[in-house]
Antibody, heavy 119, light 109 residues
């Protein structure tokens, strides 16, 4: 199973960051897995953004909850991240990853996409 | 929010030597802890889950231990490909509020 992030690499301040994660080699419709987003600012550590189940159930990092929306389109085997009102502090590499239902570690991960917030 | 503290921030080790990395949780996470290895320019890769189960593809020189609030990742005999940053991650709470430690960099002495 592989995951691949896609979307714009540059977003202006105050705008909305929108990313897609495409799952291949397996179905996103799985009762045994969740699907997550994690980000990493340049040179810094990892931050969990949110997690979604194939039925659309969502769970968000409380610190980002007011700005984040996750969604899923099972027919496309894709799930999505939307982050509103971005600032330079949202500049990061964004990763998508799978989580097992019985053990919520992240495995595997996508290769990541660097999103820069700049005017 | 459960805070994870990793120590040391950086450890310098010679090839063939042992490295011991620590992860401490601000409250019990039982065994709901994972370790990831990240090399420059790459995504993190799951190394240990359930505090002590090694992920597929990693050799047995990597081992994890601990439960509750104190966890250890041991690399018994460092190889050149093991120099990387290691992160711990707790996934104890439901509804989830997952957190990561700040990472430990393993450098070559």
């Amino acid at each position: 199973l592989q995951l691949q992030e896609s979307g714009p690499g540059l977003v202006k301040p105050s705008e909305t960051l929108s990313l897609t994660c495409t799952v291949s080699g397996g179905s996103i419709i799985s009762t045994s897995h969740f699907w997550g987003w994690i980000r990493q600012p340049p040179g810094k550590g990892l931050e969990w953004i949110g997690t979604i189940y194939y039925d659309g159930s969502t769970y968000y990092n409380p610190s980002l909850k007011s700005r984040v929306t996750l969604s899923v389109v099972t027919s496309m085997n894709q799930f999505f991240l939307s982050l509103t009102s971005v600032t330079v502090a949202d500049t990061a590499t964004y990763y998508c990853a799978r989580q097992a239902y019985y053990d919520l570690s992240f495995d595997p991960w996508g290769q990541g996409i660097l999103v820069t917030v700049s005017s | 929010e459960i805070v994870l503290t990793q120590s040391p921030a950086t450890v310098s080790v010679s090839p063939g030597e042992r490295a011991t990395l620590s992860c401490r949780a601000s409250q019990s996470v039982r065994s709901n802890l994972a370790w990831y290895q990240q090399k420059p320019g790459q995504a993190p890769r799951l190394l240990i889950y359930g505090a002590s189960t090694r992920a597929i593809g990693f050799p047995d020189r990597f081992s994890g231990s601990g439960s509750g609030t104190e966890f250890t990742l041991t690399i018994s005999s460092l190889q050149s490909e093991d120099f990387a940053v290691y992160y711990c991650h707790q996934y104890n709470d439901w509804p989830p509020s997952f957190t990561f430690g700040p990472g430990t960099r393993v450098d070559m002495k």
